[in-house]
């Protein structure tokens, strides 16, 4: 079906004789802004379902607190509205190679860019679902608030870490593992050089 309307508005601009080269740039501009649309309608729509769902689940346990704590801590950590730009993302990332089939370059190009921003969109997902955790056990939990919140910050650091690794790794074409093995070797080389800075950093911590 793609195919089929992208040879039509091929035939439609090569009838108004606007040459080959501005007919192909216009059907790539115009492909593009399509993808664009299907992602904010896509957006949109998740984020309706999702506010839906949470509105449904609050109503028919209205009665229970702990609900209500962790839908007040996902609306003002904004989990619903990343994810939506996830499943946006993963829209225009199936429907690229549609529209760019005939500029291999152009759609490694733009995979590779949707791809990093995947990526990142999944961790800033993730960190946002890890701080509306935190909201919450800290709240029903407030005698325990500095070890969940060291616990919180460790898993958005692993988080952040483990994403730029997979960010290096479409870019340079390396293999995760590669580099993961430097990282842990670079590690490694960190705790041995600043060890006492890391244990005073750990008691420190402890003792808070």
């Not at 529209?99 to 960190?127: C, H, K, M, R, W």
């Amino acid at each position: 079906m793609a195919e089929t309307l992208r040879e039509r508005a091929h035939a439609a601009l090569e009838a108004a004789n606007l040459g080959p080269e501005l007919t192909t740039a216009m059907v790539l501009v115009g492909g593009m802004l399509i993808l664009l649309l299907a992602a904010v309608v896509a957006e949109r729509v998740m984020r309706a379902i999702g506010r839906g769902v949470s509105n449904i689940s609050t109503r028919r346990l209205a009665s229970s607190a702990t609900v209500q704590l962790w839908r007040e801590a996902i609306e003002r950590r904004k989990v619903v509205n990343h994810g939506s730009r996830i499943v946006a993302t993963l829209m225009v990332y199936a429907l690229t190679p549609l529209v760019l089939a005939d500029q291999p370059t152009l759609l490694a190009v733009v995979s590779s860019v949707i791809e990093i921003y995947l990526v990142f969109g999944a961790v800033a997902t993730i960190n946002s679902a890890l701080r509306a955790s935190c909201d919450v056990l800290t709240t029903r939990r407030p005698d325990q608030a500095v070890p969940i919140r060291i616990a919180v910050q460790a898993a958005q650091i692993i988080a952040a870490v483990i994403g730029i690794v997979v960010s290096i790794s479409l870019v340079s074409h390396l293999s995760v593992a590669a580099l993961l093995s430097s990282v842990a070797g670079m590690t490694a080389v960190f705790m041995l050089l600043f060890k006492d800075s890391i244990l005073g950093f750990v008691a420190g911590i402890q003792i808070a």
